[in-house]
């Protein structure tokens, strides 16, 4: 009697058999427990020397994320957040907010190659489109509805697409790509950042690597700020004014998610960097411990 086979199942049905237990409890769950593991990872690796015990706890941590499934089902846990619990990408705002500002200029196709030809050739002001980089791009189209005016540049830690490049925003060299972005889109990467300096580290490149006057995308979850022990609404807006940044755009609501705010770059800080180069505590009580540091 021939021996029976198990009937082979398709690898899409294979994630899509995993996604149907991916509800928004069970991903933010996870992410939850990547961000705690991703910090203690980062205090390890931190330290001037690891001895036996730390060198164990730090290979613990690793395994750890490891059996959660990385940063591949970090971002597969993302994606789910991204479309149920925040009804949609929060680059929706960001096109809002960049159309209200009348920045939306169409352009054919036609035009459009031409003028690229001619950008090529350093001919700057023939340039009407926006160049921008979508740091911790999830999809490689997410900005697709606005190709006529918008250039997206879609980067990642871990490419989940070839049109997505892999790249460690931290690493980039900023000689190299200083101005060369009109918009920077950072939704839910700061706080994917373990260490404050790091994020403040963060915030300054996007200054660098934006044109005069470019702008700057930020999504958080809210309670990051809402509910810190070291940041709150008026600390961030002094903060993003020491590196030069200057607040166009807030909005959030009470009882919901997500916080997104939209930025100027200035040439020069508003306010003097001092005062935010250590961890400051602006509030007391049962509060989380989301910092900043410049
Ligand atoms: C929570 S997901 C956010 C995805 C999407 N932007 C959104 O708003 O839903 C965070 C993504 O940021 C990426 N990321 C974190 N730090 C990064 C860095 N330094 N450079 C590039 N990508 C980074 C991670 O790999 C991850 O895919």
Known sequence: ??????????????????????TSHSSRTIIRQFHVLLKRQAQLQSSPTLDANSKNALADVQRQIADLG?????????AVGQGSDRGGGSEKILI???????????????LRYISNYLFSLGHDRVRSWIRLLEVGA???DNYRSCISWIDPTPMDLRSRHPSILEQDFLLLDVNEHRKKWDVISLSLVLNFVPAPKDRG???????SLLSPSGYLFLALPLPCVANSRYLNFEYLKSLMGAIGFVQLQEKWKEGRKMAYW????????IRSPESFQKKRVV??????NFCVVL
């Open 1 to 22: 009697m021939p021996k029976a086979r198990r009937k082979k199942i398709p690898i899409a049905s294979v994630e899509a058999a995993n996604s149907s237990s991916n």
């Open 70 to 78: 990385g940063l591949e089902c970090y971002q597969r846990m993302s």
């Open 96 to 110: 809002g907010w960049l159309k209200e500002m009348g920045l939306q200029k169409s352009q054919s196709s036609k």
């Open 138 to 140: 999830l999809k490689p």
């Open 201 to 207: 580290r963060m915030l300054n490149i996007a200054h």
């Open 262 to 269: 939209l930025y100027r770059k200035e040439p020069q800080p």
């Open 283 to 288: 509030r007391q009580g049962n509060r989380n």
